[in-house]
């Protein structure tokens, strides 16, 4: 049996070598504390980025987008490549809101165990005093 080694399309590694940059680009960035913004270091020519272009900003600015740059590229499906934003929603959102509400999830706190250990009366601690009287307490 021969190995079939899996090669990558040409848009795969255009993809990968996009992520990289993108990657040494906010790892190597120049943080300037004054203004409080975040410079590029260098050139960035996958990215479209020169040397001291404000990458990031606290007023006022529209920071760099993956996908867009993507596009520019000529990657037509760029979501495939590139997870959604956090706070649009990835897969911990989704388990947030739509597993969790399934009837199965459901089923177990609407349980007789479930009652049964939310109603237990357990002894209060320090007789219900609190820490700061449990320590004046001889």
Excluded at 15 to 33: A, F, P, Q, Y
Excluded at 56 to 74: K, N, S, V, W, Y
Aim: charged share 35%; glycine share 8%; aromatic share 8%.
């Amino acid at each position: 049996m021969e190995k079939v080694a899996r090669t990558q399309s040409g848009l795969e590694v255009l993809v990968d070598e996009c992520k990289e940059e993108w990657k040494m680009l906010w790892r190597e960035r120049i943080d300037d504390k004054v203004k409080a913004e975040g410079m590029a270091n260098r050139d960035f020519s996958m990215l479209f980025v020169e040397r001291g272009t404000v990458i990031i900003a606290t007023r006022a600015f529209r920071p760099l987008d993956l996908r867009e740059i993507l596009r520019c590229h000529g990657v037509g499906d760029a979501e495939r490549f590139v997870p959604p934003d956090p706070s649009v929603g990835g897969w911990g959102k989704f388990s947030r809101t739509v597993l969790n509400k399934q009837s199965r999830a459901r089923a177990w706190k609407d349980s007789e165990a479930a009652r049964r250990r939310g109603s237990e009366k357990l002894q209060r601690k320090k007789g219900g005093r609190g820490w700061l009287h449990y320590s004046m307490r001889k």
